[in-house]
């Protein structure tokens, strides 16, 4: 192989490797480019997206306030069913002490 030979045949393959890294090229940018219809698409999820959220960030206050109304709820409701059963403790303490004093009225007379 002779000088003239060798770069004939080096042109070649540079030529041949060239248009091979092209066209690898042109298929990555063919099956990677976004569509305009794809980047609306993406605009609207993301839209969607946000909304959702907002309404999960709503959803949570919600829950936060209203576990606090119902624990306030039952904390009162404790409170008067603590009432209501020292109420009930007096009561029965006055009754039997009224029954004893009847009793020993009755075993006075």
Same mark, same amino acid.
């Given at each position: 192989?002779?000088?003239?030979?060798?770069?004939? +045949?080096?042109? $070649? #393959?540079?030529?041949?490797?060239?248009? $091979? *890294?092209?066209? +690898?090229n042109w298929l990555i940018y063919r099956?990677?480019? $976004?569509?305009?219809?794809?980047? *609306?698409?993406? /605009?609207?999820?993301?839209?969607?997206?946000?909304?959702?959220?907002?309404?999960? /960030?709503?959803? #949570?206050?919600?829950?936060?306030?209203?576990?606090?109304?119902?624990?306030?709820?039952?904390?009162?409701?404790?409170?008067?069913?603590?009432? +209501?059963? /020292? *109420?009930?403790?007096?009561?029965?303490?006055? +009754?039997?002490?009224?029954?004893?004093?009847i009793e020993r009225q009755r075993n006075?007379?």
């Amino acid at each position: 192989m002779n000088r003239t030979e060798f770069i004939l +045949a080096t042109a $070649v #393959i540079l030529f041949i490797a060239f248009c $091979v *890294g092209w066209f +690898a090229n042109w298929l990555i940018y063919r099956f990677t480019r $976004v569509s305009q219809a794809e980047i *609306g698409e993406l /605009d609207r999820m993301a839209q969607a997206l946000h909304e959702a959220e907002e309404t999960r /960030d709503q959803a #949570i206050t919600y829950l936060q306030q209203r576990e606090a109304e119902i624990t306030n709820q039952l904390t009162q409701t404790e409170a008067e069913l603590r009432a +209501a059963m /020292d *109420g009930l403790r007096d009561a029965r303490q006055e +009754a039997e002490e009224l029954r004893s004093y009847i009793e020993r009225q009755r075993n006075a007379s």
